[in-house]
């Protein structure tokens, strides 16, 4: 990938995946990436520091929605590829305001497909035939599990909150681009990430950073909830492997074969602040069970056996020592955090009620 001159376009790419997926490509693969970005709430320049001052680097404020802009960019910097990440990513957020889901995930990825292909069907041959669009997209699109089964490439969509539903129609809306332009579409769905950088409203950075101020540790809930745990550098490899070798029309699932319990993976937290910020207090005691989120899906797991044997690639990070590195993480880097949440997000409660 690192020889050709042309970039890699990467949306979103000053987000939690994004940034891991930019620090990837520039500083370990030598590849050149234009990253576009609105950078919303959740979308912060520190977050690629380390990628930033390299040549291969190139950064654009830019929203996904706006056509305009968006020939532009492309125009201007014939992009080899499109890698899209840009999204509303917070379920809590979209029970609250599915406004911003709808036009962000919905209409910005309809414009950017609509601009990939006017610029695609212009490239020539060479080019048009190495061109991808990958569409990254989360297994919320697939529903809840029961107790039993996983989702693979063939579950039927069965999105339940705004966000899964608003990522639900930007899978269907990239497969359609494939089916009836032709437009050289991959998309990946993948299950709950983890790691640096992600911003902290989430569950796992959210309760680090409670636990180490000593603060109530909220579970949602029973807490009895299953989700799947796949490291964030573990989804970007997946991403690029999607990129190199995948078939175009395909879908991948990566997953971390990581289920746990919502409030297992709390209490493991906890644990871990406790040995690595040692307080009179377990952090254990601070555990509270608060109000469910609204529709609160039970269980998602994901197969990711048909993706490991076409694309040879597998999870490596293993849940427990990727928990300790992110917590130890959030530990030492309190400057990204207070810089990222400033004036942005307290730490309260979200996804509740419908605001008015
Ligand atoms: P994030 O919220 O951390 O980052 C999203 C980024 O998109 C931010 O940098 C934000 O500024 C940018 N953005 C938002 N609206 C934009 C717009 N209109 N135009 C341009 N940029 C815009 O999200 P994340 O957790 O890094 O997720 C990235 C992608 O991966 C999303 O598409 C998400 O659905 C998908 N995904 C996430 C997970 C997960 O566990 N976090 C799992 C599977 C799939």
């Given amino acids: 990938m690192g020889e050709h001159a042309a970039p890699i376009l990467v949306t979103g790419g000053a987000g939690f995946i994004g940034s891991a997926l930019v620090r990837h490509l520039v500083l370990e693969r030598g ?14 320049e520190q977050s690629v520091a380390d990628a930033s001052s390299s040549p291969l680097y190139r950064f654009e404020r830019g929203d996904i929605a706006d056509a305009k802009h968006m020939a532009a960019l492309f125009q201007a910097y014939r992009p080899q590829s499109v890698i899209h990440l840009a999204a509303e990513s917070h379920v809590d957020r979209s029970i609250d305001g599915p406004a911003d889901f709808i036009r962000t995930n919905v209409v910005g990825s309809f414009t950017l497909l609509e601009e990939a292909t006017r610029y695609w069907l212009a490239l020539d041959r060479e080019a048009r035939s190495r061109f991808r669009f990958l569409h990254v997209s989360t297994d919320e699109v697939f529903g809840a599990l029961g107790a039993e089964g996983r989702f693979t490439e063939d579950s039927p969509y069965r999105p339940n ?10 899978d269907h809306l990239a497969r359609a681009w494939w089916h009836t332009y032709a437009l050289p579409v991959i998309v990946t769905n993948c299950s709950n990430n983890y790691g640096p950088y992600q911003y902290p409203e989430k569950l796992i950075p959210l309760v680090a950073r409670k636990a180490i101020a000593g603060l109530e540790l909220p579970v949602y809930g029973s807490g009895l909830q299953v ?6 550098t573990d989804h970007v490899r997946g991403i690029v492997a999607a990129l190199e070798r995948g078939t175009v029309g395909g879908t991948y699932l990566f997953g971390g074969d990581s ?8 209490q493991q937290i906890a644990d871990l602040v406790d040995e690595l910020s040692p307080s009179d207090t377990s952090r254990r ?10 529709g609160h899906d039970y269980r998602y797991a994901i197969d990711a056996s048909a993706t490991r044997e076409s694309l040879g690639w597998r999870a490596e990070v293993a849940f427990d020592a990727g928990l300790r590195d992110t917590v130890r993480w959030y530990l030492d880097n309190d400057a990204w955090c207070d810089e990222v949440l400033a004036g942005r997000y307290d730490g309260s409660r979200l996804g509740r009620v419908m605001s008015a």
């Fill in 161 to 170: 909150s705004p966000y899964a539903a608003s990522k639900a129609a930007s």
């Fill in 227 to 232: 989700r799947d745990w796949l490291h964030v």
């Fill in 31 to 44: 590849c050149a990436v234009l990253n576009v970005d609105a950078l919303t709430y959740a979308g912060h």
């Fill in 285 to 294: 005691s601070l555990i509270r069970h608060v109000a469910d989120r609204p």
């Fill in 259 to 266: 289920e746990r319990t919502n409030l297992s993976v709390v």
